[in-house]
């Protein structure tokens, strides 16, 4: 999976003490225009939970989110796999009763 920066995120901590009150007003007075401008398009209102790259952690959840991504691929895969066995099932079944019918058609005779 390959990172991008997608998203601007910013700790309320670093917010309070380097910025002025008024500064950060107008922060939040952007964000919750880009935030109300973005729900009457009707895109959704997303909450996101962060992981800071430098975690020991980071690699395995990394990892984690990777396998979500791939699943529905693989699940996709999966059906198709069932679905085709199914198929082949049932044309064995099909030909071994039609043998078999031929074969006891040919001890009847």
Request: proline content about 3%.
């Amino acid at each position: 999976m390959e990172l991008e920066d997608k998203y601007f995120v910013l700790k309320y901590e670093d917010i309070e003490t380097i910025l002025t009150t008024e500064e950060q007003a107008q922060l939040f007075r952007m964000a919750r225009m880009i935030r109300f401008i973005r729900i009457e398009r009707g895109k959704k209102d997303n909450k996101y939970v962060v992981i800071n790259q430098d975690e020991p952690y980071f690699p395995e959840v990394l990892k984690l989110m990777e396998e979500a991504e791939q699943a529905p691929t693989r699940a996709e895969d999966t059906a198709q796999r069932r679905s085709q066995g199914a198929k082949d099932g049932w044309e064995i079944r099909r030909a071994k009763q039609a043998k078999n019918e031929e074969a006891h058609h040919h001890s009847a005779e």
